[in-house]
């Protein structure tokens, strides 16, 4: 982060800090001397330790010196500044309401309606409930994210699709594929949940697992050698398959030379193999069962989103692969799937993505599914189709940034394949 950026970022944290003490002021005015001074300190020191934590972020690596105090205090920030956004948008609310009542004053010189107005002397005064109902709103997401971070990272679940093709070949009927998805093995902060992901995947004794991409956040290292032994636990009669995922080609760090970052892309390469997993890299196999053939196709990183990545080649992926009645793709980001595969690669049967993570918050309950990132991606969680393909999206088992998760919990898929 440069120089004129912190700027930026300071100068935009402390004005909503002194927008939002304008409420706390007003809400605590009848307090007594020491509770308010208290509040006070409270309010201020949350600000401190924001500037804090970004300055010492922007010249040590603070996951180095304790992961989980660089982990939750993030999101500790992230959820106290969400919660200040709500507080801001009721208090705009309430100070156009005020400027309205100003101008009407200001033109209108009869005494009853300026009495009606309840204006004092020149100045109009700040509406108690617009504060008070800014400061409700605000300690829904505040709260529920200090609740997800305690309850939510590690409850997996197992969730089962069932889908029916009318070609697929006999012998794949019934095919049980486990998926998961965005393990993000830096964001852990121990090995027992990891331990848990493997336990539930053996579980559900899958013929074939695949692995959709985002082992890590963004450096090999984060795979431990424990966490290592614990995922070459995950087999299957017809074996692991996996991708990589934006966060796997340390994008978003700095490197001291690209040689380095090409290092950290062999070693990750490396990793799979230890692990036992087949990783795709543009690249197809054949899957055979009973004398049947599917084409398993793995693509690199491809997205629409400007921000991420297009490292995939479906042009180099399928080059040169045998005509079979199947084919399953593994694409990380969903957004390849309605921009590149269902225009231009109609034989695409089924596609399996990850990435979203079900943005970690949102509801879903039976007949209603929602979270602010589908404002972002169209498939952002659970199967789609378009015609006669379809898409599955795992909201992942890890958790990148925030380190919890509201109403979207980390998911172990199990997809059935059946003949129509």
Do not use: C
């Given at each position: 982060m440069t120089i004129i950026s912190r700027i930026i970022l300071f100068s935009v944290l402390l004005l909503i800090d002194i927008y939002v003490f304008q409420?706390?002021?007003?809400?605590?005015?009848?307090?007594?001397?020491?509770?308010?001074?208290?509040?006070?300190?409270?309010?201020?020191?949350?600000?401190?330790?924001?500037?804090?934590?970004?300055?010492?972020?922007?010249?040590?690596?603070?996951?180095?010196?304790?992961?989980?105090?660089?982990?939750?205090?993030?999101?500790?920030?992230?959820?106290?500044?969400?919660?200040?956004?709500?507080?801001?948008?009721?208090?705009?609310?309430?100070?156009?309401?005020?400027?309205?009542?100003?101008?009407?004053?200001?033109?209108?010189?009869?005494?009853e309606v300026s009495e009606a107005l309840q204006i004092k002397g020149n100045r109009i005064s700040r509406i108690e409930f617009f504060s008070q109902l800014g400061f409700i709103v605000g300690s829904i997401p505040f709260l529920s994210m200090v609740y997800g971070m305690i309850r939510g990272p590690y409850r997996f679940e197992v969730r089962t699709q069932k889908i029916k093709f009318p070609n697929l070949p006999s012998s794949f009927d019934g095919l049980k594929i486990v998926q998961i998805s965005d393990i993000h093995s830096g964001s852990f902060m121990s090995a027992q949940p990891m331990k848990d992901i493997v336990n539930l995947v053996m579980k559900q004794k899958a013929d074939i697992v695949f692995f959709t991409g985002d082992l890590v956040n963004n450096?090999?290292?984060?795979?431990?050698?424990?966490?290592?032994?614990?995922?070459?636990?995950?087999?299957?009669?017809?074996?692991?398959?996996?991708?990589?995922?934006?966060?796997?080609?340390?994008?978003?760090?700095?490197?001291?030379?690209?040689?380095?970052?090409?290092?950290?892309?062999?070693?990750?390469?490396?990793?799979?193999?230890?692990?036992?997993?087949?990783?795709?890299l543009n690249e197809h196999a054949i899957l055979d069962k009973g004398g049947d053939k599917i084409g398993l196709i793995g693509v690199e990183n491809w997205s629409s989103i400007m921000r991420h990545n297009k490292h995939g080649d479906m042009v180099k992926a399928t080059s040169n692969l045998p005509e079979v009645p199947f084919k399953i793709l593994l694409s990380h980001d969903p957004s390849h799937w309605h921009s590149e595969v269902t225009p231009k690669y109609k034989d695409i049967d089924l596609t399996l993505s990850g990435h979203t993570h079900g943005m970690q918050w949102g509801i879903e309950i039976p007949g209603f599914h929602w979270s602010p990132v589908q404002y972002v991606y169209k498939e952002w969680a659970g199967l789609y189709q378009k015609e006669s393909q379809y898409i599955y999206v795992n909201r992942g088992v890890g958790f990148l940034g925030y380190p919890g998760r509201v109403g979207i919990m980390p998911e172990v898929t199990v997809i059935e394949l059946g003949k129509a």
């Open positions: 409420a706390v002021k007003l809400l605590s005015r009848n307090l007594g001397d020491t509770p308010r001074t208290i509040i006070y300190w409270g309010f201020w020191s949350i600000t401190a330790f924001t500037f804090l934590i970004i300055l010492l972020n922007s010249f040590i690596d603070l996951h180095k010196i304790s992961r989980p105090f660089a982990v939750y205090s993030v999101a500790f920030i992230i959820a106290a500044y969400l919660a200040k956004v709500f507080i801001v948008l009721f208090l705009l609310i309430d100070d156009l309401i005020r400027l309205i009542r100003w101008v009407v004053s200001f033109f209108q010189k009869k005494r450096r090999n290292s984060e795979m431990i050698d424990e966490f290592k032994s614990i995922l070459k636990q995950i087999t299957a009669p017809m074996g692991v398959y996996s991708i990589f995922g934006n966060h796997d080609y340390g994008d978003y760090v700095e490197w001291d030379s690209p040689d380095e970052k090409l290092a950290n892309r062999n070693s990750l390469i490396q990793t799979h193999k230890e692990l036992g997993w087949k990783l795709l």
